[in-house]
């Protein structure tokens, strides 16, 4: 008779332990705070036995409740796993006064006897949160008054008004100088490329031999080229000067320069002044 008491207690036991469910439970502190100020949350789940998995937690319109992050912000969030036990603690801060309420906090849990999730809720908290000005008060204490910054060196101020004052003086100068025409003769390289090529070559020695001569003649045509229309002549070949300007008298002179080059050939003191000519022709007319 004792043993069948023995194992009555035992089973009865037994089922005492495994009818105990899961349950959820919250507790918000404190109910009232003053804006800005953190509010902290603390939901734990209780009886989970020692095998259980968390699946998910979600806040039940958490889409409306933290739709403008200017009045709530969870600053904090933290999950600790005690024993049969979890705890939840979120740390909420409200820039919003007037009472307000905490949604339903929804927690999925897996359990290997179950092929089920159970799902635990919680239930809506109400919180006031209160302006930081106490509603008690019957006057307002006035402002400090304001204090005037002084520049901590006088001298620089006066020399930062000095520059202001010649930067706005040189900007009316410029508007009132600033012509069409003057604008046109300006270059970047040179005042006047024409003039500076012209003046190269009428300083050109005829007496020199043929491929000095040639080097020369093609160094200020190139250079005239660089310093008139910005492209990098020194850089191109005839072919591509001939396909870029389509000038018959700049084609038959860089022809003669390069049978000068290429094949050696001597020019006469009449050809080298022809050539001049011919150079100075293509100056003028490329301009």
């Not at 036990?85 to 929804?106: A, H, M, R």
């Not at 002084?150 to 100088?177: C, D």
């Not at 020369?216 to 850089?235: G, H, P, T």
């Not at 080298?272 to 100075?280: A, P, R, V, Y």
């Amino acid at each position: 008779m004792k043993i069948y008491t023995l194992i009555f207690l035992f089973i009865l036991g037994a089922c005492n332990i495994d009818s105990r469910n899961p349950n959820i439970s919250f507790e918000t502190i404190p109910k009232k705070a003053k804006i800005g100020y953190p509010i902290n949350h603390k939901v734990t789940i209780n009886d989970l036995g020692e095998i259980f998995t968390l699946n998910s937690v979600v806040w039940e319109d958490s889409s409306a409740w933290l739709s403008d992050s200017s009045k709530v912000f969870i600053t904090k969030s933290q999950v600790d796993t005690l024993s049969n036990s979890i705890l939840l603690n979120y740390q909420i801060t409200f820039w919003d006064s007037g009472n307000v309420e905490i949604p339903p906090l929804y927690a999925f849990l897996s359990f290997p006897d179950s092929s089920e999730a159970t799902i635990l809720k919680t239930d809506t908290s109400y919180v006031y949160i209160s302006s930081i000005l106490d509603t008690t008060m019957t006057t307002v204490l006035p402002d400090k008054s304001i204090k005037e910054i002084k520049f901590p060196i006088e001298r620089l101020r006066l020399f930062a008004y000095f520059i202001l004052a010649s930067l706005i003086l040189f900007v009316i100068y410029l508007f009132r100088s600033r012509n069409g025409k003057r604008f046109s003769k300006k270059k970047f390289f040179n005042f006047n490329p024409k003039s500076k090529a012209i003046k190269e070559v009428e300083e050109i020695d005829l007496e020199i031999d043929s491929d000095e001569f040639f080097i020369k003649i093609s160094d200020i045509l190139r250079k005239y080229f660089q310093n008139n229309f910005y492209i990098i002549s020194f850089e191109m070949t005839s072919a591509e000067l001939k396909d870029f300007f389509k000038d018959k008298d700049l084609n038959n002179l860089l022809d003669r320069i390069d049978q000068v080059k290429f094949a050696q050939k001597t020019s006469s003191k009449k050809e080298k002044e022809d050539i001049l000519k011919l150079l100075k022709k293509v100056i003028r007319k490329l301009l």
